[in-house]
């Protein structure tokens, strides 16, 4: 993709950060599609960081489903642990000596401090602390340990925790793109530990000393991390470095406004999930830039590459928004029907039991009924296989089964008189004529008995292009068949 570089900035580094931890998060695709083309907008790189720092719920395979995740809605990014890169390596399991030396660094100037309390010390202290209801916080028992008894427990291999030392007073303020200046106040932050007694950063460290090292400028992210970046800036500080530029972007919500989840809202959160039932990963992205930017234009359907020329941070939406399923059906509709067939055909290749052949030749006539790749076969199975009929789709207020089956046998008689192909205008006319002369209130009535008659469903694509599609003998064949239906009934 050509990028057009905006004057007004220099390019930017923006990144996706995600934890490999099971399924890819549909919070993956929403964030990268704001850093992605914030970066491709500017002629900067977008980047992918794997956040593998939690041994406890590492997945293994989690990372090559994440990269497969990416690839499928078109945001793979220009340098990671695939593509590589001049900031490399990628993934945090194998930068633990930069943080371990980040770590010493802070010890050294004060910021941080070993902590050697036991997790019965920790449970105990918390405990005492809700009882008493205060908040739960770190009470600072090994700050003040003396250096020598620090060092002969180091020498001496205790296990041990590195925490940061947060400001007593004052407040860590932050511009935030989307919502301004947000502040929080010192005396309400706990120690936050920093280095795990596993040699691992905790999330907080490993994030600063990563973005800041692989020249991040914008950190895009949800909403759910606000209440860290006061943690996040303060490390800024006591490292001497500059910040990056914040743009916390809207949760998703279920219809009751609560956050989406796995747990929860599986179909809304499983990014595979979106694949398998069968939504375009163009309309997917349209969607999800939706939920959380709006077009200057108050355009509702547009290209990534559309998105990517006119997105802007300072457009991020600030409230939460609702993950309307029924509205992402419908866009994929959308999106279907500006595929040609031939496009469309090879999409369906991996949904469907047809030949592409076959796919090609009933699309004409599903084209517009398809809203996901996935029901195309349910969709094309009255071409495919003969009706089984179910005879209470024939029930009538007006006729009982014996005059219905008068009426469809007369309708057979007259569509055997017609002319191949038979034309639409003169088709809909006869029916018409017919339904008149035999008595129906109701024309709907004789057109859903014919409906019925040649799929056996009460719903289907154009009645006229289904006997088109099938062809006269096969159309004829089935009427015979639901007379048989019928008159047995
Ligand atoms: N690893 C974090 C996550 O899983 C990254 C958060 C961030 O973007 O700073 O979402």
Not at 50 to 77: C, G, K, M, Y
Not at 202 to 215: I, P, Q, W
Not at 296 to 323: C, H, M, N, T
Not at 469 to 485: C, F, N
Request: hydrophobic letters at 40%; a negative charge.
């Amino acid at each position: 993709m050509d990028p057009t570089p905006t004057p007004t900035r220099p390019p930017a580094r923006t990144r996706i950060a995600p934890s490999p931890t099971g399924d890819p998060h549909v919070g993956t695709a929403y964030q990268s599609l704001f850093s992605y083309a914030l970066a491709h907008q500017t002629g900067g790189r977008f980047l992918l960081r794997l956040e593998d720092t939690d041994q406890v719920r590492f997945d293994a395979n989690s990372e090559r489903r994440i990269f497969a995740a990416l690839a499928w809605v078109h945001l793979l990014p220009d340098e990671g642990p695939e593509q590589g890169g001049p900031y490399a390596p990628y993934r945090q399991s194998e930068r633990l000596p930069i943080y371990q030396a980040h770590a010493e660094q802070l010890i050294a100037a004060g910021h941080a401090y070993y902590c050697f309390c036991t997790p019965e010390r920790l449970a105990a202290m918390r405990k005492e602390q809700e009882a008493r209801k205060q908040p739960p916080r770190y009470d600072r028992h090994c700050l003040t340990l003396p250096p020598t008894e620090v060092q002969a427990r180091l020498t001496a291999g205790e296990r041990r925790v590195v925490r940061m030392l947060m400001p007593d007073e004052g407040v860590t303020s932050f511009h935030d793109v989307v919502r301004g200046e947000i502040s929080f106040e010192n005396r309400l932050l706990d120690d936050q530990v920093l280095m795990k007694s596993d040699g691992f950063p905790t999330y907080h460290l490993a994030v600063v000393v990563d973005d800041h090292l692989m020249g991040v400028t914008d950190v895009i992210r949800g909403e759910e991390w606000i209440s860290s970046t006061p943690k996040h800036v303060l490390l800024y500080r006591y490292f001497g470095w500059e910040l990056p530029t914040y743009a916390h972007t809207p949760l998703l919500l279920n219809d009751d406004r609560s956050k989406i989840s796995k747990r929860k809202s599986p179909d809304k959160t499983r990014l595979e999930g979106f694949r398998e039932r069968g939504f375009l990963p163009e309309a997917l992205l349209n969607f999800l830039a939706l939920l959380g930017w709006s077009h200057p234009d108050g355009q509702e359907l547009f290209s990534l590459d559309e998105f990517i020329r006119v997105f802007s941070p300072a457009r991020l939406l600030k409230a939460g928004s609702v993950f309307d399923m029924n509205k992402l059906i419908w866009m994929n509709g959308q999106y279907i029907r500006l595929l040609t067939v031939d496009e469309l055909a090879m999409r369906l290749i991996p949904y469907t039991t047809h030949t592409a052949e076959e796919v090609r030749r009933v699309l004409p006539v599903l084209h517009d009924r398809l809203r996901l790749l996935s029901e195309f076969d349910d969709l094309a199975v009255i071409f495919f296989t003969e009706p089984v009929y179910d005879s209470a789709l024939f029930s009538s207020k007006q006729f009982d089964a014996p005059a219905l089956a008068d009426h469809l046998a007369a309708a057979r008689a007259w569509h055997a008189d017609q002319p191949w192909p038979w034309e639409k205008e003169a088709w809909e006319a006869g029916i018409r004529q017919l339904a008149e002369e035999r008595g129906f209130k109701k024309a709907g009535d004789l057109f859903m008995l014919l409906r019925v008659a040649v799929t056996g469903r009460k719903e289907s694509p154009p009645l006229h292009d289904t006997m088109l599609l099938l062809g006269r003998e096969a159309t004829l064949a089935r009427m015979d068949a639901a007379l048989g239906v019928l008159r047995g009934a």
